[in-house]
């Protein structure tokens, strides 16, 4: 068996996240159905419907935005049936292009709150491991010449830290990432092969990690799903202080969800150049470029 890392990135788009960060949830293939099962029973649970039915799909910034908070405190808590049915009328309100009521968005702000809570009580649940890795928004740009083909920094520690779990698990992985553009795709699998193939560090990682990348649509898949509400929540709700990540973050998911995300991050031994340090599955990388291999 193996363990498959669901990835996704956050604030790629360099308009109002604090930080790019890339990373996902690792899985035990024999845990991943019945996570699907839970998740898929989990949305049904908090929005009477699924979401891909009308054309949406579980994202961080879908079910964490501001303005779901402030929809959901316009009111008091609705029970779950309540819920569900003013949830539904508020998605096939927008299926018609209709102004939603004041208590369907109150519903539909709850239902968004709710889900984000089943997602890391399922993740907890089916052991998944978080791995993610940040660099600050406008960062320098991709050098030309030789460090043109060269793997992001982060996206390198991201690698080792799945490596040290894998070697501690004593079982390989798979990289299971959100299919975006193709041009971006093919780079970034070009810059990967590379990695494995012609840098020592890479060749020894393959012990472990499979070195091709399967691409799969965010809104298909369940796990990948997961990973996007959990980088969200690390751009905006996980710091490291004494590494230089201090960007402000909002505090009602630093208090909801930074604390559970300290805790499904991965924690294990990591080594290089004969010395053994412990080791985080979250990694913050203030340059994302450098000479040589990391």
């Known amino acids: 068996m193996s363990y498959l890392l669901f990835t996704d990135e956050s604030g790629h ?37 699924l979401l891909h039915q009308y054309g949406s799909e579980l994202k961080g910034h879908r079910l964490l935005d501001k303005r779901r ?25 927008g299926v018609r292009g209709e102004k939603p009521t004041r208590v369907e968005f109150t519903a539909f702000g709850q239902a968004c709150l709710a889900m984000a809570h089943h997602v890391f009580r399922i993740l907890t649940e089916h052991d998944a491991v978080l ?38 698990k004593r079982e390989h992985g798979l990289l299971v990432m959100d299919q975006t553009e193709k041009k971006v795709d093919r780079q970034f699998v070009r810059l990967l092969r590379r990695y494995f193939t012609l840098t020592q560090t890479g060749r ?6 499979v070195p091709a990348p399967l691409f799969v649509s965010s809104d298909m898949t369940y796990p ?62 203030p340059e994302p470029y450098t000479e040589g291999e990391t």
Not at 73 to 78: H, I, K, M, T
Not at 143 to 158: E, I, S
Not at 231 to 260: H, K, S, W
Request: proline share 5%; hydrophobic share 40%.
């Open 69 to 93: 908070f402030a929809w959901a405190a316009q009111e008091g808590l609705l029970d779950d049936t309540t819920r569900r049915k003013h949830c539904v009328a508020f998605l096939n309100r």
């Open 13 to 49: 788009d360099h308009r109002s996240m604090p930080y790019e960060v890339r990373g996902g949830v690792a899985l035990h293939a024999s845990k991943l159905w019945p996570f699907i099962q839970a998740m898929r029973g989990a949305e049904e649970a908090s929005f009477g419907a």
């Open 131 to 168: 791995f993610a890795s940040a660099v600050p928004r406008g960062a320098s740009r991709r050098p030309v010449g030789r460090q043109a083909d060269l793997l992001r920094r982060d996206h390198v520690f991201l690698l080792e830290r799945f490596f040290y779990f894998l070697e501690e």
């Open 224 to 285: 990948v799903q997961a990973a996007d509400v959990c980088i969200y929540c690390v751009n905006l709700g996980f710091r490291l202080p004494l590494r230089g990540m201090v960007a402000p973050t909002r505090p009602e998911i630093a208090q909801d969800f930074g604390p559970r995300l300290r805790r499904m991050q991965f924690r294990g031994q990591g080594y290089r150049d004969g010395d053994v340090y412990d080791s985080y599955g979250i990694v913050y990388v």
């Open 204 to 209: 020894h990682r393959t012990a472990w990690i």
